[in-house]
């Protein structure tokens, strides 16, 4: 069974820093990985997605990583803003033999604080 | 619409109480995601639809859980009987194909409390 954890489970960081958030996960045969942001009381905001066959992608100030032999993906934010503050999820995909499910599988999060 | 939109946002219920709770998906997107965050964990998946069908329901957690898409669009999560323990928040997602390289788009979420 596929697991995916997080670390750290929270981080608070001074306004203008650059920041790294981890994920790690146990099964590398993922199609693709994703990392989502979650305000509080709202939904799920794709940032990026990375398929298995990319090593990184980028939007803006956010830059994400992938190693998928190791089981690593990376969230790198430049010049952090409050702006940034919520919690940010990295899940996996994989298809399972037969459903063509494609269903995602979370971490727990990183609660990202940015002071001002 | 503009996104996926979840209705009712709040939904406190009594224990054994049915519920039911309505995902419409982006227009056009075939495929439906139903997923259950519990307080202070990531989401975890439910069950999937392609079109009207149900192809995976692996992640529903009893019998008292009921989900159906008759039509391809709007999908609805039905709890029977339900217990304190379901209390969280239900996402729905959906997207365009369903395919691996294409991103889900989540709603607002449903939050159920049962009393």
């Known amino acids: 069974k596929q697991e995916v954890t997080q670390i750290p489970a929270a981080l608070s960081v001074p306004e203008g820093e650059n920041l790294v958030l981890n994920c790690s996960f146990t099964?590398?045969?993922?199609?693709?990985l994703q990392w989502f942001r979650q305000d509080p009381g709202k939904g799920l905001t794709s940032l990026l997605l990375?398929?298995?066959?990319?090593r990184e992608q980028t939007s803006g100030r956010l830059n994400a990583s992938l190693d998928k032999s190791s089981g690593r993906s990376t969230l790198y934010i430049a010049a952090s803003q409050p702006g940034d503050s919520a919690t940010y999820l990295c899940a996996v995909s994989r298809a399972y033999s037969g459903a063509g499910s494609y269903q995602l599988t979370f971490g727990k999060g990183t609660k990202l604080s940015v002071i001002p | 619409g503009a996104g996926v939109s979840q209705s009712p946002r709040y939904k406190v219920a009594k224990r054994g109480q049915d519920v039911a709770l309505r995902c419409d998906p982006i227009s056009g997107h075939v495929s439906l995601f139903w997923y259950q965050q519990a307080l202070g964990q990531g989401p975890e998946f439910l069950t999937y639809?392609?079109?009207?069908?149900?192809?995976?329901k692996s992640g529903l957690p009893s019998d008292r859980f009921f989900a159906e898409r008759p039509e391809g669009s709007v999908s609805t999560l039905k709890i029977q009987r339900t217990q304190q323990e379901d209390s969280a928040v239900y996402l729905c997602?959906?997207?365009?194909?369903?395919?691996?390289?294409?991103?889900?788009?989540f709603g607002d979420g449903t939050r159920l409390s049962i009393l």
């Open positions: 639809f392609q079109n009207e069908a149900q192809l995976d």
């Open positions: 997602a959906s997207s365009y194909t369903g395919a691996p390289n294409q991103p889900q788009h």
């Open positions: 099964d590398s045969a993922i199609y693709n």
């Open positions: 990375i398929q298995s066959s990319q």
